[in-house]
């Protein structure tokens, strides 16, 4: 393991362990409160939410459309000035765009504003465009459409790969590096839009899919007729549909940032360094190793609460995985809370000036990095551990949710007992990577 | 984890140190040097390619003790905010720091290896670097970078203002010599 973090130039102390002990204790008690706590049928999945055709309106005017369009267009284009033409060093505001804005940026931007990805997607835009221009549909491409069958497995294939950039590769960040990433990304969207039309962005672009995951969690949904309603994040959640791939994303997502906490252990690093190890493969192979576990434990607590509520396994598969997306977004606040205020505001300097050419295009250029915000580590420290409690919270009462919608009553508390273990082992794990490292 | 407190303080630190006319307060500095260095001093200084370096009585004492002296076992580094007043007045050019992280690079290998230096908010940490091959560390976070080519060690000194874990890093090599927790 290379332990260069990306960019990260700081990481968080470790959480003190009393409050690690206060959020392991509410874990538990919260968990068994709902369980016990039972309401007697689905109680999400039917809620409709609060019409607003009014925002609806003013948010689906062609106007805000293309501004939004234009601002996702603008800001990647930058970003490529910077990725061509910029130096090959950290200054380069490339790193911090794909690693922090994007990578990090995305939950933020989905949780508070819905699923506003997809317009700023700037894939969609060039194609949308050039659809345009060429006067034939854009939803429909040389080879018609991408079969449902795929779900979003090429989506899962790329953000493989990214977090094995992201986290693994050597070099990681040397433009080389992620220029060779961006290639490959760039043409299985460019190639994919072409044969399949704008829905493959839907399977195949891993920012996409990752921000809309997390869109579920904002109070932003459509209803009838498309408008655009208000609801309890629970209920947007219940929304989700799950689709092949979606649990390998969401083990993805869950197992590399697991992962890139013990990889980050002083006590993990040193024993990679000791000695020619292949470093490379053993954080490889750790790293899949994690993904898989998710996989493999949510796999086995899907299939005992079928067994248990007399439901045929098959075909279950997605059922409970709404409830592992707050556990989602539980980790990667705990995880990228810090990252996104520190290199979110140094990636804003560098932008003004992409190429290294004494620039100020966005004013920004002469601002410092403000760390003020770095000096109350006990505030941090309860929101990292507060974030991760959370979304348990959360992901237990989708759990239970799920259980109903699925199994009767009577059935549906010890069906759920299986993810709850599972939950419970997730955030204690994601607590201690906090607390060890 | 940061070395154990040397049991002797090696001979040839003794004579380093007695070119400053304030041996125990300048050695009080180089227990404290080594307290927090220690184990990874892999002395280059005793190599007759290396010229004298520009003389602090950190970097002297923390170069230049043979390993034997310093055992690699380790307590964690003393967070007392200065070892000693005396130290700021051996050398004007170069003020003590309270924490020294000695970094040697030596047949591909960097020391100290992946280790956690603790300090406090507001204490001065001083990085330093020799190398048998051009080389740079960096500070992370701090974006403080010390250059070091054969024979020709380098350091820099900060001030640790901002809580944190930062890593301090090797450039070309991309190893990890410590880790610096600021809390």
């Known amino acids: 393991m290379i332990p260069l973090h990306g960019l990260g130039g700081r990481q968080d102390l470790p959480l003190p362990f009393s409050v690690v002990l206060i959020a392991a204790a509410a874990t538990l008690i919260i968990s068994f409160l709902v369980l016990w706590w039972r309401w007697p049928a689905a109680r999400y999945a039917t809620v409709g939410g609060v019409p607003l055709p009014r925002l609806t309106a003013a948010l689906d005017s062609p106007a805000l459309r293309w501004l939004v369009r234009a601002i996702g267009l603008g800001l990647a284009g930058w970003a490529l000035l910077a990725l061509l033409a910029g130096p090959d060093e950290l200054i380069n505001p490339i790193f911090g765009y794909v690693y922090v804005w994007v990578w990090v940026g995305l939950v933020p931007i989905s949780l508070l504003f819905g699923p506003v990805w997809r317009t700023l997607n700037p894939f969609r835009t060039v194609h949308l465009v050039l659809a345009r221009l060429t006067k034939i549909p854009h939803d429909v491409g040389a080879w018609g459409r991408f079969p449902a069958a795929g779900g979003v497995w090429p989506a899962v294939v790329l953000l493989v790969s990214f977090v094995w950039l992201e986290l693994v590769a050597p070099n990681r960040t040397t433009i080389a590096m992620i220029m060779m990433w961006i290639a490959v990304y760039v043409a299985v969207q460019a190639v994919g839009g072409l044969l399949f039309g704008s829905g493959w962005y839907a399977a195949a672009d891993p920012f996409e899919v990752y921000a809309l995951l997390m869109a579920k969690l904002s109070v932003w949904g459509r209803g009838q007729d498309r408008l655009i309603v208000a609801r309890s994040p629970l209920a947007n959640l219940a929304t989700l549909n799950p689709v092949p791939g979606t649990v390998g994303i969401v083990a993805v997502l869950l197992g590399s940032t697991a992962f890139d906490g013990f990889s980050n252990s002083t006590s993990w690093i040193r024993w990679i360094q000791a000695g020619d190890k292949p470093a490379v493969w053993i954080a490889t192979v750790a790293m899949v190793g994690m993904i898989t576990l998710v996989v493999v434990s949510y796999q086995v607590a899907v299939y005992l609460s079928c067994r248990l509520t007399g439901v045929d396994p098959a075909g279950q598969l997605g059922t409970y995985i709404h409830s592992l997306v707050p556990i989602v977004l539980g980790y990667v606040t705990a995880h990228y809370l810090t990252l996104i205020v520190f290199e979110g505001q140094r990636t804003l300097i560098l932008f003004s000036d992409p190429i290294n050419a004494g620039w100020n295009v966005l004013g920004t250029a002469h601002w410092q990095v403000g760390m003020g915000f770095f000096a109350y580590t006990t505030l941090i420290a309860m929101l990292q551990a507060g974030a991760v409690v959370v979304g348990h919270i959360l992901g237990v009462i989708a759990a239970h949710d799920r259980a109903l919608a699925i199994a009767p009553p009577t059935k549906a508390v010890v069906g759920q007992i299986p993810m709850l273990a599972i939950m419970i082992g997730y955030t204690l794990g994601g607590l201690w990577l906090l607390f060890a490292t | ?183």
């Open chain 2, 1 to 183: 984890m940061c070395p154990a407190p040397p049991r002797r303080i090696p001979p040839s630190t003794g004579v380093a140190l007695r070119r400053f006319s304030l041996p125990t307060a300048v050695a009080a500095t180089a227990v404290a040097a080594v307290l927090l260095t220690g184990c990874q001093a892999d002395s280059t200084a005793g190599s007759p390619t290396v010229p004298p370096p520009p003389a602090t009585a950190t970097t002297t004492a923390a170069a230049t003790p043979d390993p034997a002296a310093t055992p690699p076992s380790a307590p964690s580094a003393p967070s007392s905010p200065r070892p000693s007043a005396a130290t700021a007045r051996s050398k004007a050019a170069s003020p003590a720091a309270d924490a020294t992280i000695a970094v040697t690079i030596a047949d591909g290998k960097v020391r100290p290896n992946a280790e956690d230096v603790k300090v406090k908010q507001g204490q001065t940490v001083r990085v330093t670097i020799r190398s048998d091959v051009d080389e740079s560390i960096h500070v992370h976070g701090y974006d403080k970078t010390a250059k070091a080519s054969p024979g020709e060690p380098g350091e820099v000194t900060f001030t640790a203002d901002v809580k944190g874990v930062f890593e301090i890093e090797t450039h070309e090599s991309a190893k990890l010599a410590a880790k610096l927790i600021v809390s």
